[in-house]
């Protein structure tokens, strides 16, 4: 699926070949300041490689049009991405970006069960925590119904939502429905627990010990 050949970039990241599986659960784990989001965010295209390149199904993602791609690989990011409005208009504004139909607000409240929020659809943005955000935006990325998710150590800084359960809840989506999933974290635990394949970076690189 996603290939790295002799890929640096500035002095952060340094991989010369690696290669991650469709349908895997994969952790990328490593000390602060390791280049671990760096590596996920080049996986995003959210920034090109100083040097080398990194191809998706044997094609060069540079050279594949970024919101075409996003679509196909979108990322939870650390901290919640919300829009004005409504839960309803958070849950749906996803499935726009991706030109998919929306969905019934029986599916929509499923989403949120699935990721215990027992809120009303109608709820304002305004009015929920930080946890209760990130909850919306973890049910919003499932509905979307991709292929592959990207996880960026997506509990970081957060009130009243854990690690442990945002990784869990998309892994067990994941294993139900023949996804891929490449997480970020720091936490050995959790690599361990939820982890079809564990990528150890040490200074830029891959630990091979």
């Known amino acids: 699926m996603f290939q790295f050949h002799d890929v640096t970039f ?18 990328i784990i490593g000390p602060s300041g390791s280049g671990k989001s ?19 199904n044997g094609k060069d993602i540079a050279n594949i049009d970024p919101v075409s791609y996003r679509r196909r690989v979108p990322m939870l990011a650390q901290n919640p991405l919300t ?8 849950l749906l504004i996803g499935r726009k970006f991706q030109d998919k139909d929306p969905v019934s607000d029986e599916i929509l409240n499923k989403a949120l069960a ?20 990130q909850r919306v935006s973890i049910a919003r990325l499932m509905l979307l119904d991709s292929q592959i998710y990207l996880l ?53 690189e891959i630990s091979h010990e």
């Open 38 to 56: 760096t590596m996920l965010k080049l996986i995003d295209k959210l920034i090109s490689p100083s040097s080398g390149y990194i191809t998706y």
């Open 152 to 204: 960026d150590e997506p509990s970081s800084a957060l009130d009243d939502i854990t690690e442990d359960f945002v990784i869990g809840t998309m892994v067990d989506m994941a294993k139900r429905e023949d996804k891929t999933i490449i997480y970020v974290t720091h936490s050995s635990e959790i690599s361990k627990k939820y982890s079809d394949r564990i990528i150890k970076i040490v200074d830029g």
């Open 83 to 90: 829009f004005k409005g409504s839960i309803r208009d958070n």
């Open 114 to 133: 699935s990721v215990k929020l027992d809120k009303s659809l109608s709820t304002d943005m305004e009015n929920l925590s930080g946890g209760e955000c």
């Open 10 to 27: 500035k002095d952060i990241i340094k991989i010369d070949e690696l290669q991650i599986n469709h349908n895997e659960v994969t952790c």
